[in-house]
């Protein structure tokens, strides 16, 4: 039985664009390569966390650097999670949201 392999479809642009009303997710755009139109997604910052832990792998992988392993991959989204309701509960004026995962930058 042959197995069906599957082309990657080529992303072209990923930003992150905002967090949802509750601030448990991020909303996301995206833009592939064959495609002009952009789609909006919802990603739990959960699951941001999990990505953040799968590129160190792959760069320690890559490194040939031994691997560490906390035995807890999402334990930081508590304080991420401590982070947006502080800055929800204060928002400063000189601070505006950037494209860079809902992160707040000084002007």
């Known amino acids: 039985m042959a197995e069906d392999k599957y ?13 949802s009303p509750d601030g448990k997710n991020i909303i996301i755009s995206l833009t592939t390569k064959y495609s002009a139109s952009e789609r ?6 959960e699951s941001f966390h999990d990505f953040i832990t799968d590129l160190k792998r792959l760069s ?3 490194s040939g650097m031994p691997i560490e392993t906390s035995g807890e991959p999402a334990a ?30 000084i002007e």
């Open 76 to 105: 930081a989204s508590k304080p991420v999670q401590d982070d947006i309701e502080r800055d929800r509960s204060n928002p400063k004026p000189e601070e505006t949201q950037t494209p860079a995962l809902g992160t707040k930058a």
């Open 40 to 45: 909006k997604y919802s990603v739990p910052v």
């Open 7 to 19: 082309v990657p479809i080529s992303v072209t642009a990923l930003r992150a664009e905002d967090y």
């Open 60 to 62: 320690t992988l890559k």
